[in-house]
Nanobody, 122 residues
Framework: QVQLVESGGGLVQVGGSLRLSCAAS????????MGWFRQAPGKEREFVAA????????DYADSVKERFTISGDNAKNTVYLQMNSLKPEDTAVYSCAADRQLTTNPRLIAYWGQGTQVIVSS
């Protein structure tokens, strides 16, 4: 089992920044790919960003490229999502995810965090 705990959400104005953190515990952290998904009210959960721990490969949704950066700290078993130039459409519940392989499909994710709310006000 892998346990994921997110933090860092909150209210921010348009153009502002937030950094989300996801602390992982349980099975060997380095064997899993980690990622972030989000779900806005009335919408389906969507992929945001992911990092393949073994190779350092990252992947981003087109809507967040050049604005969001995913990174990780193996020593702390923590993955981060730095979000810059935030827009109202970034408002959502952001959830940390872990799985054996890098994937953009939320239906394939094995482990989820509880989610953290991000609200971008205009």
């Amino acid at each position: 089992q892998v346990q994921l705990v997110e933090s860092g959400g909150g209210l921010v104005q348009v153009g502002g920044s937030l950094r989300l953190s996801c602390a992982a515990s349980g099975r060997t952290f380095g064997r899993y790919a980690m990622g972030w998904f989000r779900q806005a009210p009335g919408k389906e959960r969507e992929f945001v960003a992911a990092i393949n721990w073994s190779g350092g490969r990252t992947d981003y949704a087109d809507s967040v490229k050049e604005r969001f950066t995913i990174s990780g700290d193996n020593a702390k078993n923590t993955v981060y999502l730095q979000m810059n130039s935030l827009k109202p459409e970034d408002t959502a519940v952001y959830s940390c995810a872990a799985d054996r392989q890098l994937t953009t499909n939320p239906r394939l994710i094995a482990y989820w965090g509880q989610g953290t709310q991000v609200i971008v006000s205009s």
